[in-house]
T-cell receptor, first 114, second 114 residues
Framework: EPEVTQTPSHQVTQMGQEVILRCVPISNHLYFYWYRQILGQKVEFLVSFYNNEISEKSEIFDDQFSVERPDGSNFTLKIRSTKLEDSAMYFC????????????FGPGTRLTVL | AQTVTQSQPEMSVQEAETVTLSCTYDTSESDYYLFWYKQPPSRQMILVIRQEAYKQQNATENRFSVNFQKAAKSFSLKISDSQLGDAAMYFCAYRGNAGNMLTFGGGTRLMVKP
């Protein structure tokens, strides 16, 4: 069964460094998402992406964040200058359509900012 | 803004017994969607069951069923004949009629005792 994959599984970085988290959505899906979960807190929506542009974003998704679909398979989340509070589990998801279509989640990337 | 609350951080159930996980939400919308996601240890979240708010009939998927009380803004998950493989973190999630973002509850960790 097709799955969303994410790399790396764990990323450690120094404060102020740029990081890129990578995701490979399910191949026929058209909508892509990033969520994050700070340890001990709820899973929070960051951004959704469709037709090569952001369709929705939360207040968390400020100028230090960006997303890109650089080719036909990858979907990336870039954090330009990481802060300690960016330490979290980052989940990528994809869905075939909008409406109430199921969002399929990846296993997550644990980002640790030192 | 919508909020989703899961008041039970942890639950346990004996194998083959029935357990109910609670979820309440707050919204001013009349049309929306509700989901239960399961996250086994070290695995990705997978959709267990979903409910459209306009449907009065409660959704059922094999051993999983929901009790959707729209007026009370309550959406509980019932797991019948619990199995060891049901042990996981369960997240309740809300999606409004506009946009694709999911709003999650804090999760309930379900333990299944043999």
């Amino acid at each position: 069964e097709p799955e969303v994959t994410q790399t790396p599984s764990h990323q450690v970085t120094q404060m102020g460094q740029e990081v890129i988290l990578r995701c490979v959505p399910i191949s026929n899906h058209l909508y892509f998402y990033w969520y994050r979960q700070i340890l001990g807190q709820k899973v929070e929506f960051l951004v959704s992406f469709y037709n090569n542009e952001i369709s929705e974003k939360s207040e968390i998704f400020d100028d230090q964040f960006s997303v890109e679909r650089p080719d036909g398979s990858n979907f990336t989340l870039k954090i330009r200058s990481t802060k300690l509070e960016d330490s979290a589990m980052y989940f990528c998801a994809s869905s075939e359509l909008a409406d109430y279509n199921e969002q399929f989640f990846g296993p997550g990337t644990r980002l640790t900012v030192l | 803004a919508q909020t989703v609350t899961q008041s039970q951080p942890e639950m346990s159930v004996q194998e083959a017994e029935t357990v109910t996980l609670s979820c309440t939400y707050d919204t001013s919308e009349s049309d929306y969607y509700l989901f239960w996601y399961k996250q086994p240890p070290s695995r990705q979240m997978i959709l267990v069951i979903r409910q459209e708010a306009y449907k009065q009939q409660n959704a059922t998927e094999n051993r999983f069923s929901v009790n959707f009380q729209k007026a009370a803004k309550s959406f509980s998950l019932k797991i019948s004949d619990s199995q060891l493989g049901d042990a996981a973190m369960y997240f309740c999630a809300y999606r409004g009629n506009a946009g694709n973002m999911l709003t999650f509850g804090g999760g309930t960790r379900l333990m299944v005792k043999p």
